[in-house]
């Protein structure tokens, strides 16, 4: 297929790809891939488009993920999926065998792939991202070689494949660790942002996965503490009104033109936070695990999120008080941690992490906040989710970045005439 344009999943990203392919097997991706490198073209593996950076933008070929999609096989706590599949299809698919990932973020319709591409996470005191949850990976290689890779096989490749940016290899297929289901017991309620923040630690400690959303401009933050159900513990899931109230009404419609009310008018933007700060009741309910860790997003934004050394997260959330105000912001500032991982190009390589991102409601300007909070963010080790807007280039992430030298001296050996990249992987990665 040829001809047709590609957009994200937030509408800042668009590309026009020379050629558009679904293969449906790893024998056509090496095809795709042996031909684009005997072409000298480059290509880009593409999951659902719900990275807000140009990651997947090519004006050359672009392999589209709906062809790979499947449960493929168990091993002992694990579980090997096509790499195009679903989280939310992964999800159920797992849950009707008794099995679940251990976390996940906030929504399920990224791909395997394209999620462990970036290091997409949740939050978890124990349990790191979706990077580090992988246990191996079958990778076309820029020669057309398919490889299987994992910590005992070819443990350099896996290092770099299992958060590669789609600059590695094209994966097809993922084997994750996988756990026993389980229920969450979840608690939704809003407490003083200075006793939150006093107490940070020791919610972050006290919780499997513990969050909060600040409303700017109000010292208000609704805090979400999901823990793992003792044994004889049954579920108590939301009846279908209040899930619908709460995750359709509240979080999508009500929460949608609140956005539009406040990007016509601005100044009204504190008013109008602290009368929905004061709408946002709590909530108490017992559910299967990826029913709690996703919700559905239907208002459109734009976001950041920098990864910062777990003590600098007050500071940082001191800081970013008064650039709310100067920005209007409407949107809350969402708070979440991570336990240090050895991924290497992992945000939370090496140390205990809080995440902390700002988002920007669709259409409007975002530049000049996000430069703001990522200024403050890297004043404190501040390392950006490589899937969200950032400005970090190949000489900061050579020169800040732990894992970084690695990583690259295994995208030299494995992909040396840079056929899977872009101008934004060049831009990261280098030439
Ligand atoms: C509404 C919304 C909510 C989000 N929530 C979270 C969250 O809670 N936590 C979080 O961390 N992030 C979150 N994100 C970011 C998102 O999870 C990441 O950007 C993720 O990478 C998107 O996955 P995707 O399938 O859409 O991949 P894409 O954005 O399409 O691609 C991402 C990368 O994956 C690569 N890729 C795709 N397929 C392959 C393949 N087969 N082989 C090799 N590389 C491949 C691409 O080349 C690209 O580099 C959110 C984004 C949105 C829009």
Redesign the pocket.
Known sequence: MSGSTWR???GNVQASPATVLTPRSVEE?SAAVRQAAAQGRTL??????????P??ATDSVL?R?EG?TGLLRFGAGTATVA??S??HDVNVALHAQGLALAN????T??????????????TGRDSA??SAQVAGLE??LADGSVVTCSRLHEPELFAA?RL?????????AVTLDVVPSFLLHAVEEQRPLDDVLEGFADLAAANDHFELYWFPHTDRAMTKRNNRVGPGVGPAPLSRLRAWRDDELMSNTAFGLVCRAGRAAPRLVPTINRLSARAWGGRTYVDTSFRVF?TS?RV??T?Q?YAVPRAALVPLLTELRELVDRFHISFPVEV?VAPADDVWLSPAYGRDTA?V?VHMFEHMRYAAYFAAVEERALAVGGRP????LHTRDAAWCAASLPGYAQFTAVRDRVDPDRL?SNDH?RHVLGD
């Open positions: 994200n999943w937030a991706v880009r593996a593409a999951g659902t488009g719900h990275s807000f950076t990651l997947v392999l993920p790979l790499a195009g679903m989280l996940m973020g906030d929504i319709e990224q791909t395997v792939a394209g999620a462990i591409a970036t290091g997409t996470h949740g991202s979706l990778i076309v494949a590669g940016l789609g600059a590695v290899g094209v994966v097809t996703a997003r459109r934004f976001e999120e979440r995440w991102a989710h490589w899937g969200k899977f992987v």
